[in-house]
């Protein structure tokens, strides 16, 4: 089993930075990869970007440019976002992926509005 916790979300002006945190506990030998992804109200859950235990980075169109993932060590990812914008008003979720199975966190929520 594998836990996620994210933190790091909250009210932030358009053009502003937020980094978002994750931490995965428990059979964290077994990940082989973490991202993140988003669900703005009323539409559907949708990829921000993902990381794999190899170092490879994934992007969102929407995102890329922008936002950065990346990761400390095998068990904490990172999501740096820059020249936020509102429509990246979200939660953000974290997964952990052990084969095809993903453990995900709580969601935590990003709000970018003056």
């Known amino acids: 089993q594998v836990q996620v916790v994210e933190s790091g979300g909250g009210l932030v002006q358009p053009g502003g930075s937020l980094r978002l945190s994750c931490a995965a506990s428990?059979?964290?030998?077994?990940?082989?990869?973490m991202g993140w992804y988003r669900q703005a109200p009323g539409k559907s859950r949708e990829l921000v970007a993902t990381?794999?235990?190899?170092?490879?980075t994934n992007y969102a169109d929407s995102v890329k440019g922008r936002f950065t993932i990346s990761r400390d060590n095998k068990n904490t990812v990172y999501l740096q976002m820059n020249s936020l914008k509102p429509e990246d008003t979200a939660v953000y979720y974290c997964?952990?992926?052990?084969?095809?199975?993903?453990?995900w966190g709580q969601g935590t929520q990003v709000t970018v509005s003056s």
């Open positions: 990381i794999t235990s190899g170092g490879s």
């Open positions: 997964y952990a992926a052990v084969g095809t199975a993903r453990s």
């Open positions: 428990g059979r964290i030998f077994s990940i082989n990869g």
